[in-house]
């Protein structure tokens, strides 16, 4: 009977060790993570034009149609205008208080299972905006949202509309560690009483 007992514990310590070791190599490290979002964001960006330079005095193409720019040198964000804005009276200021409605689709997701989910607060007006402080790193209302989504008012007025592909180091602080990036519709405004 001693022998049984010692024959399943080791058994079932085997098998612990088999689950445990198995569940190890399902874990992939920061540096495959970073691997797998570049994978996830080029299969996004080949279904559209993509222009490495910024044209000249933000003379952006506009609408579905247009190109996304790529607008830092690392290839961490991509802009598709889809609203210019009033360049000439409406640019943010530092500090301004902007307001944002957002729908964002996990590319990761749509890497790995070939579908996409959207989630955010564009489409329920029950729910509250958000916002940030234009160019306030010091604010975490506005460094929550990581410095990704202030990027296009650097270049269009505050009433304009954008797609913008994220990636994890410029997008929601909370989920850097997650590597995960995000293609944003944002529509900009600033409210009423401001």
């Known amino acids: 009977m001693k022998i049984l007992n010692k024959l399943s514990a080791l058994s079932i310590a085997a098998i612990a060790s088999i689950a445990l070791l198995s569940s190890c190599s399902d874990t992939k490290s920061y540096a495959e993570r970073l691997v797998d979002e570049n994978k996830a964001v080029n299969l996004f960006l080949s279904n559209y034009r993509v222009e490495n ?11 579905p149609e247009a190109p996304y720019y790529r607008l830092d040198d690392e290839g ?36 790995n299972y070939g579908e996409e989910y959207s989630e955010g607060n564009a489409e329920d007006m ?11 790193t010091t604010n975490s209302s506005s460094t929550q949202w990581g410095t990704g989504i202030q990027m296009p008012l650097n270049y269009l007025g505050i009433d304009c509309e954008v797609n913008i592909v994220i990636k994890s180091q410029y997008g929601v602080s909370s989920e850097i560690a997650n590597v995960t990036p995000y293609m944003y519709n944002v529509r900009y405004f600033v409210p009423l009483s401001n």
């Open 53 to 63: 330079s910024l044209p000249e005095d933000n003379n952006f193409e506009v609408g």
């Open 76 to 111: 961490n964000i991509y802009m598709q205008v889809l609203r210019a804005g009033d360049r000439e009276n409406n640019m943010a200021t530092d500090d301004q208080l902007i307001y944002f409605r957002w729908t964002r689709y996990n590319l990761l997701y749509a890497y």
């Open 126 to 136: 029950s729910m509250n905006p958000t916002y940030f402080r234009f160019n306030n």
